[in-house]
């Protein structure tokens, strides 16, 4: 396949995509459902702004505040900047720890014998590591500019033998062939004036994909969380569910045993740190 030939057909997915997002139904009055969330055990420590779920139990990304952007969130620089990969059972037990050279992790998924942590600063991109904490290799988020910085990601996905990775420069979930990280698919993030922050994605048993989505606000109090649905074969959404007022902080997000699982980070742009009364926790999202 030509260069121009493989973007052609990239253009073609992603029209096709945005098509169908806008050609989307819209959820009957009355059949909305909403989420809510319950506590079960906290984060093995630092910032979990990230999960996945395997068989073995449920991966926690660790993320870290350094340099400038420690400054701003008035954070003490960390002594180390490897964050960390956690392991736990599904009652928060400690399993594993596998240390990456990952920065500002908001986004990681587990597959293929490998963790994948994926970067929201500088040097950006998806780290690729061994469970011996070997870095096996480091690559950027494709299609970017010529100097090679693909920008950040708030989330990650392993699913059938690929990597999804959800974009903010592209403003969508594009899924790469995990060995050539050639782009193959994209799936563009909702449009909602109101809801304009995207978080992590996961998978359910059906395929169908979920994201986490939300305003953009200065508190805990005036923030509006939601899960956008996307049908994987066509892009477009297929329900918003709300979550209940009061309701966890979602950043990481995962599926597992046909139950969805968050995790509130701690600190989240614009507020203050630890604004919400669940910073840190795992939790589980309850569909009513």
């Not at 052609?8 to 997915?13: D, E």
């Not at 969508?172 to 995990?178: E, Q, W």
């Not at 979602?250 to 740190?273: E, M, Q, R, S, V």
Request: proline share 7%; net charge positive.
């Amino acid at each position: 396949m030509t260069k121009r030939e493989f973007l052609t057909g990239l253009g073609a997915g992603l029209a096709l995509s945005s098509a169908a997002l806008a050609q989307a139904p819209s959820i009957k009055k009355g059949a909305k459902r909403m989420a809510k969330t319950t506590k079960l055990f906290k984060s093995p420590g630092g910032f979990p702004n990230a999960l996945a779920a395997t068989p073995e139990g449920l991966w926690i990304g660790e993320q870290k505040l350094s340099g400038q952007q420690a400054a701003s969130y008035k954070l003490t620089e960390p002594k180390s900047l490897e964050e960390m990969a956690w392991l736990v059972d599904w009652n928060g037990k400690l399993l594993r720890t596998v240390k990456t050279p990952s920065r500002n992790t908001s986004g990681m998924a587990v597959g293929g014998g490998y963790v994948w942590m994926i970067a929201n600063a500088p040097p950006q991109g998806v780290f690729q590591v061994d469970m011996n904490s070997k870095l096996v290799s480091h690559r950027q988020i494709p299609l970017g500019p010529p100097n090679g910085d693909g920008g950040g990601s708030h989330g990650g996905q392993w699913h059938d033998g690929k990597l999804w990775i959800s974009s903010l420069r592209l403003r969508g979930n594009l899924r790469v062939d995990p060995k050539t990280f050639y782009p193959e698919y994209m799936i563009p993030f909702h449009v909602s004036p109101d809801r304009t922050r995207y978080h992590d994605i996961t998978f359910d048993k059906e395929g169908t994909m979920w994201q986490v989505i939300g305003n953009d606000c200065k508190r805990y109090a005036d923030f509006r969380p939601a899960l956008a649905r996307h049908d994987a074969a066509t892009g477009r959404v297929v329900e918003v569910v709300d979550f209940l007022p009061g309701s966890c902080d979602p950043h990481g997000l995962a599926f597992h045993d046909g139950k969805l699982f968050g995790c509130d980070a701690g600190i989240h742009p614009g507020w203050a740190n630890y604004d919400s009364p669940t910073a840190g926790w795992i939790f589980q999202i309850d569909l009513a």
